[in-house]
């Protein structure tokens, strides 16, 4: 039973890294195609330094290539079977020829190589290889949770919102509100992913509670991890086909965020000082004019040296502008 479930969430892995590779790729289009899309970037949900578009979409790409890495080593450890263990794992009954020859044959068979565990016993009454995964599936759900609401933040108003994506609309309003879009792909992909977490505290319950030379509870780990795997995958697939391919930055919002924000300042210290630039902060927090017009008027920097340092390229790398 248990070499028969591990066979099963190895299957059904593999779908779910074909899914997440997917996204990956599909957000790594999306860095190259956003990379001169300047934006603000926010840290405890206030305006900090700007950042491009394209690098925070190759952060999510990033994190979701770690995701895949994270399953595959978790998946490697279902590779090890109890085959020939019998029923508490010291091979009574079993030709030890069986037991040799098992792994090789589930190997040909399956095009997955399964070797057979050097403790027997170990493997018949330990479940902690279900945990690897499932602590893997939970940690790739909370990767996307993260992505998916950074999109609905950044897609949220239209007119009172932050407004810098537009988001394929998937629905024709709301059921009083005409016109109104929600982020509902964004909020599948949320949803799929609690039931991860809760899933996986299940299979943390059972994995500990098996109790001697056999875990009574791997069925509740099995029907955990299946719906898991199925409801992480399905909601992949469609935050990609859905939401992610049609997605497009706005990229007029995202400039005047950038314009409006007092943020830049920090980009002109090594220039004009942290008095100095303290000084501009707070006049331009108090009249409300963008720091660039505070600037140019008070003939603090030049039009093309202001140009310079709060370009794009030298805004969003590590260095000072020169």
């Known amino acids: 039973f248990p070499t028969g479930i591990k066979v099963c969430l190895i299957h059904k892995a593999n779908k779910l890294t074909t899914a997440l590779d997917s996204l990956a790729t599909e957000l790594e289009r999306k860095a190259d195609a956003y990379k001169g899309v300047l934006k603000m970037g926010r840290t405890h949900l206030q305006d900090a330094v700007p950042i491009t578009l394209g690098q925070e979409m190759g952060s999510y790409a990033s994190a979701v290539r770690r995701a895949i890495i994270r399953i595959n080593q978790a998946a490697e450890t279902l590779h090890v079977i109890n085959m020939g263990g019998t029923a508490v794992g010291t091979g009574l009954n079993a030709e030890p020829a069986y037991i040799d020859k098992v792994a090789d044959a589930m190997t040909q068979e399956l095009g997955e190589r399964y070797r057979t565990a050097p403790n027997i016993i170990d493997a018949t009454n330990n479940t902690d290889g279900f945990s690897d995964m499932s602590s ?124 409006n924000s007092v943020g830049i300042v920090t980009a002109l210290l090594p220039h004009i000082g942290y008095e100095k630039s303290a000084e501009l902060a707070k006049e331009a927090y108090t009249t409300g004019k963008p720091i660039r017009e505070i600037i140019l008027d008070r003939g603090i920097l030049t039009k093309k040296e202001l140009s310079h340092i709060l370009s794009p390229r030298q805004m969003t790398r590590p260095g000072i502008a020169e």
């Open 136 to 259: 893997a599936m939970k940690t790739t759900a909370l990767v996307l949770i993260k992505m998916a609401n950074d999109f609905r933040l950044m897609a949220s108003g239209p007119r009172c919102g932050l407004n810098e994506l537009h988001l394929p609309m998937r629905q024709p309003g709301s059921s009083i509100m005409p016109a109104k879009v929600n982020p509902v792909i964004a909020e599948v992909l949320d949803q799929a992913c609690y039931q991860v977490i809760a899933g996986d505290l299940a299979v943390t319950f059972g994995v500990e509670n098996g109790q001697f030379e056999l875990n009574v509870m791997e069925p509740v780990m099995a029907f955990n991890m299946f719906n898991s795997l199925n409801y992480i995958t399905r909601a992949v697939n469609t935050f990609v086909d859905k939401l992610l391919i049609g997605l497009e930055p706005n990229v007029e919002q995202c400039q005047k965020w950038l314009d």
